[in-house]
């Protein structure tokens, strides 16, 4: 398995004049150590909370906390390339190695062999493309997690997905009003 601090792809080069996927992992691992900003996150036992950043060239950013055994779901980040690393805790990141299409599909069988599964803490990240599909998790039974995501061009959507084994169907599309 490759490092975890380096995409399975090559990052955006940020040819469209933002921040490429390393330097927002750059700003991420930057964000995820100081201690004043990751203390400033207020902790729920119950439910993620969050705190949104100004990251770096226009990028969006922000501290999320992650309650002992939350997790985002299967998604996308809408076409924006992004990274995020570990501030406290230990965080689970299983994704996809392949590019999937973004529109004109419901549902897809997905091929074997296209499971990966990262552990992040202390400060390591990860960077990655416009076609990333995944789902972040705290695993822990009784510690809270806490990290730094940023994404460019800040999300315009959300495709949220479930997985029954191979299948992997598109359930929702979110907009950023829904969560911001």
Do not use: C
């Amino acid at each position: 398995m490759p490092d975890v601090d380096t995409p399975a792809r090559p990052p955006a080069t940020g040819h469209d004049g933002g921040p490429s996927a390393s330097e927002l992992l750059d700003f991420a691992r930057r964000a995820a150590t100081d201690p004043a900003l990751v203390a400033s996150l207020p902790l729920d036992p119950e439910g993620r909370t969050w705190i949104r950043l100004d990251g770096p060239g226009g990028s969006e950013a922000w501290l999320i906390s992650w309650p002992p055994g939350t997790g985002t779901g299967w998604h996308d980040h809408g076409g924006s390339r992004g990274a995020f690393a570990a501030a406290a805790g230990e965080l689970t990141e299983q994704s996809l190695a392949a590019a999937l299409p973004t529109e004109g599909w419901k549902t897809l069988e997905l091929a074997d062999g296209v499971d990966r599964e990262r552990r992040l803490s202390d400060g390591r990240g990860r960077a990655f493309g416009p076609h990333h599909v995944h789902q972040v998790l705290n695993l822990s039974a009784d510690t809270h997690a806490v990290s730094v995501h940023a994404y460019y061009p800040p999300l315009p959507l959300m495709r949220r997905y479930s997985r029954t084994g191979p299948v992997l169907r598109l359930e929702a599309v979110e907009q950023p009003e829904e969560w911001a």
